[in-house]
């Protein structure tokens, strides 16, 4: 070394555009055009009920996200999260409705459920060394066939615990500021989001969510528990899963088993348009908010523009595969 | 510790150390003795056991047999978190840093320091602590840097400065300058100078011998998995230290220069991609091995793959028998009788999971089939039989699956791969790398029976000796560019390093911008 990098002063902008905040801006960016091309094309589009439809849209795929986020940053997957939000939701109505139990056990078993499924998924990535496609492909069978045995098939309805919806659509923030009903469940979700974010920025188990994405090898050999590690962060997933179950449950006030499949890759989706790295080692909880956001919006606009709910699907699609190759060509373009 | 510790005391001693892996005896009853405050390297070739040998003092590896003290009592390291407890690091070949992370948080990963709320790490005391670890070895490296923004010099240096955070009394370095530029290794010396002078015992294995009289105080020579002799430095003549190294011979001395002027096949001129091929150009002549020698990473693989068709060059010219060749992608490549023998055989140069026989026809499988696509497994049998035979290919059968053979077999049917696809240009990348003495003396045998036959072949080698010996001609690369051409009987290892080291760019420090 001839000398070194001698620019501290320079850090924090140094650490302002790291890779991955530029993909974080573009998502940015992209969220800001599609709210201004939306919002010339329909009058309606800006109108408050629709903003509500919109966050509520945003709230259950956000918080599968925001799990899934963890997962993708150790360079594993997760499709188990869409049924098993299903399941949760299932656990939640048996014990508040077909048991009679009080709601807020109700809702403990909904978390618990979750975290029950993320810790088996963990165990058998981690442990008995299945790939994390393999073991949550699985997962994601298991529970919704567990979710279809257990409901009989059939929704079940909180109708004896009507204060669990009124709970969830209701708004705190409407009766403080009369106008702003935001509904209570975009605010938990927020309240997740900002909850995932301290935990990957600033404790040991965010440290390691990147260090096992990075160079799993290298943690190992440093003396990380690195099989520990990595159950924890597909249990954190698996909680953020039942989470998702008990409030989509609260929301339809019922919860109905046959829902769910196909909610994992709308929350893959949103955490790579927001710049988590499939290779791992890379990614943001404000990304993946993004990225949720884009999602939902894009599906909403396009609902109020008639465009058939079947190209609505086609669209995401494809702005998944623009946002995976955008990553791609970064990515080359630093090596 | 609480017996007194004095420089020169014995640090750690190894005795009859003995690692069997499958197929492969990697160490035989070695023994090593490091000393505090030592800078001890570890010499031999490829295979010879070295890296093996520390990987077990690390934890890495464990032994079959012997015993290992530290401080004169004995220690048991089943584990890389085990030695780290005892004081001992190990800096592995390739870097075990998480390039997403930034310098301070790969330093102290698994010990964060905690701030007040539980499992929150407390990144202003990591950061600083780094900073302190840095300034007390004299680093100029930014604690919040991402690694993989920095350097690999820096990373290097992010690394030593992590194995002593744990408190090291042992040093381990696996190679630590084989990346390195001439003045990053004089800044990698002033490191390890001054934690020899806190008493920390240092292994250094290295392949290059001109650094031992700058840096080391013994010499542990090692051949084939055994324990040759140790040395004082001093003392010591580099030619008695390579002659134990290469003990008995190994490579065919015999080197047969072709016939007078014989047709050049392959030329290539003013070959560019990026920056690890630059301005490339060469000519290869029927019946020769063209040594391509060179550091890692000076771009002899790139070209390699260029002249292949794997990496599509942004310029230049490539003849194949005085004919401008178009060469798109491996597939042209083929067409026109160039094989590629790829560095890593698992990855690029052979389907392991199936046999022998699919592996040896699988390039050329066409030519088995008729009209309609019908292979005619009669004669992929013959063929595959009547190459193992030639090649002398240790396989219970031709339907032995590739993956249960042993390294220098598996080269072997590569080698049988592109015979079959009649090729004219074989380039052999590292053909040697991870085989066994044995295997690797085979493996020259087959060269040159190969070059008398006619085929020219370009040979890729880190290990000078081999290029050296088998070699008619020698073109040495640095940075991308070819910075000499030698003559088989000219050359020695000493001019190679010469033009292996002959730098325009003075690579500067990279910041994270």
């Known amino acids: 070394m001839k000398s070194g990098p001698v620019a501290l002063p320079l850090t924090r902008r140094v650490r302002l555009v790291r890779s991955d905040a530029v993909q974080r801006l573009l998502a940015f960016a992209a969220l800001i055009v599609i709210i201004i091309v939306f919002s010339l094309a329909s009058p309606n589009f800006l109108q408050f009920d629709n903003v509500v439809g919109i966050l509520l849209a945003t709230t259950v795929n956000g918080i599968l996200a925001l799990g899934v986020t963890f997962v993708i940053i150790t360079a594993g997957i997760d499709l188990s999260i869409g049924t098993v939000m299903t399941l949760s939701a299932v656990m939640t109505g048996t014990f508040a409705t077909v048991w009679q139990l ?38 994601l069978n298991v529970a919704k066939g567990l979710a279809l045995v257990i409901s009989g098939l059939k929704p079940i309805y909180f109708n004896d615990t009507p204060e669990f919806n009124r709970a969830a659509m209701g708004s705190v923030v409407g009766s403080a500021i009369p106008g702003l009903d935001i509904p209570n469940i975009t605010i938990v979700f927020l309240f997740a989001a900002i909850i995932a974010s301290l935990v990957l920025s600033k404790t040991i188990l965010g440290q390691y969510t990147f260090a096992l994405g990075s160079n799993e090898e290298a943690a190992r050999l440093s003396g990380v528990s690195v099989d520990r590690w990595k159950i924890a962060v597909y249990t954190l997933c698996g909680l953020f899963s039942g989470l998702a179950g008990v409030l989509i449950a609260a929301r339809l006030n019922s919860a109905q088993p046959s829902l769910g499949q196909g909610y994992e890759l709308d929350a893959i989706a949103a955490a790579v348009i927001g710049g988590t790295s499939l290779s791992g080692g890379e990614g943001s909880i404000l990304g993946t908010v993004i990225g949720a956001f884009i999602i939902s919006t894009l599906t909403n606009g396009l609902r109020i523009l008639s465009v058939p709910q079947e190209w609505q699907t086609v669209v995401t699609g494809g702005i998944v595969i623009i946002a995976v190759y955008l990553d791609i060509v970064r990515r080359r373009r630093q090596a | 510790m609480c017996v007194p510790e004095a420089v020169g005391d014995v640090l750690v001693e190894m005795d009859g150390i003995s690692k069997e892996f499958p197929g492969v005896q990697a160490l035989r009853s070695c023994r090593f ?13 490829n295979g010879a056991g070295k890296s093996t040998l520390m990987k077990i003092l690390a934890g890495v590896y464990h032994k079959d047999a012997g015993r290992i003290q530290l401080n004169g009592a004995d220690v048991d390291i089943p584990t890389p978190r085990a030695a780290q407890q005892l004081g001992i690091s190990i800096i592995h070949q390739e870097l075990s840093l998480m390039p997403h992370l930034t310098a301070a948080q790969n330093i102290f990963i698994g010990r964060e320091p905690r701030g007040r709320i539980p499992f929150v790490i407390d990144q202003r005391t990591l950061n600083e602590k780094a900073r302190v670890l840095f300034q007390s070895l004299h680093l100029n490296v930014d604690p919040q840097a991402k690694v993989g923004k920095l350097s690999v010099a820096q990373q290097q240096m992010v690394e030593i400065a992590k194995a002593l955070s744990y408190n090291a009394q042992v040093l381990i370095m696996d190679e630590p300058t084989a990346t390195l530029t001439d003045t990053e290794i004089d800044e990698l010396f002033r490191i390890i100078r001054a934690v020899r002078k806190n008493g920390v015992g240092v292994v250094h294995i290295s392949h290059r011998l001109e650094e031992l009289k700058l840096i080391s105080d013994r010499v542990t020579v090692m051949r084939d998995g055994q324990y040759i002799a140790t040395v004082d430095t001093k003392d010591a003549l580099i030619e008695r230290i390579i002659s134990m190294m ?268």
């Open chain 1, 102 to 139: 009080p709601l807020p056990l109700a809702i403990a078993a909904g978390l618990v459920t979750g975290g029950l499924a993320g810790l088996v998924n963990g165990v058998l990535i981690a442990k008995l060394k299945i790939p994390s496609f393999i073991a949550t492909l699985g997962m």
């Open chain 2, 33 to 45: 003795e490091l000393r505090r405050g030592e800078v001890h390297a570890l010499v031999g070739e």
């Open chain 2, 246 to 513: 290469v003990g008995r011979t190994i490579y065919e001395e015999a080197r047969e220069i072709p016939t007078a002027n014989p047709d050049v096949v392959l030329e290539v001129r003013g070959l560019n991609r990026g920056r690890m091929v630059r301005d490339v150009s060469f000519n290869l002549r029927k019946g020769e091995i063209l040594g391509l020698a060179g550091l890692v990473g000076a771009g002899r693989t790139e070209v390699a793959r260029a002249v292949f068709g794997a990496d599509r060059p942004e310029s230049g010219t490539i003849l194949v028998h005085g004919k401008v060749a178009h060469i798109q992608s491996p597939a042209d490549a083929v067409h026109l009788g160039i094989g590629y023998l790829s560095e890593d055989r698992k990855r690029f140069g052979l389907a392991v999971g199936m046999d022998v026989e699919t592996n040896i026809v699988l390039a050329t499988l066409r030519k088995f089939a008729d009209a309609i696509g019908r292979v005619d497994f009669r004669r992929t049998r013959a063929t595959a039989e009547q190459r193992v035979h030639r090649l002398d290919i240790k396989t219970p059968s031709i339907h032995q699956k590739v993956r249960n053979l042993s390294g220098g077999n598996q080269q072997k049917v590569v080698i049988a791969k592109w015979l079959t696809a009649d090729t004219e240009i074989l380039i052999f990348d590292e053909p040697t790398r991870g085989i066994d003495v044995g295997a690797k003396s085979e493996i020259y045998h087959l060269l040159n029976e190969l070059a008398r036959q006619g085929k020219a072949i370009i040979m890729i080698s880190s290990e000078l000796p081999e290029i050296l010996r088998m070699s008619h001609r020698i073109v040495v690369m640095c940075e991308g560019r070819i910075r000499g051409e030698l003559s088989g009987a000219e050359a020695t290892q000493e001019k190679i390093m010469t033009y292996a080291t002959m730098r325009t760019t003075a690579i500067g420090p990279q910041t994270a911008a």
